[in-house]
Nanobody, 111 residues
């Protein structure tokens, strides 16, 4: 069974940066698109960014120009570099591979 383990969340001030990581146990990681989602308190889970197996990226409008998704196929790891963080970015962030979700990592941005 594929497992995803996230890390890198924490408490930061506005305009600071964080990098999230998500390591997967799958052996054919390079073949799949990977995704980051987030869920703020009282809100539905929403897509944040995705990266295809070929490296094409997509971003939610709310994070364009601030967040960067990337992957290292040698390490079976995906990343989310979050710059210029805002209080409204506060949420639990989840990585997703096919139909498998990570456990989530809390990101809190204070004003």
């Amino acid at each position: 069974q594929v497992q995803l383990v996230e890390s890198g969340g924490g408490l930061v001030h506005a305009r600071e940066a964080l990098r999230l990581s998500c390591v997967t146990s799958t052996n054919n990681f390079s073949e799949y698109a990977t995704h980051w989602y987030r869920q703020a308190p009282g809100k539905q889970r929403e897509p944040v960014a995705s990266i295809s197996s070929g490296g094409s990226t997509e971003y939610a409008d709310s994070v364009k120009g601030r967040f960067i998704i990337s992957r290292d196929n040698r390490k079976n790891t995906m990343y989310l570099q979050m710059n210029s963080l805002k209080p409204e970015d506060t949420a639990v962030y989840y990585c997703k591979l096919v139909e498998t979700w990570g456990q989530g990592t809390q990101v809190t941005v204070s004003s």
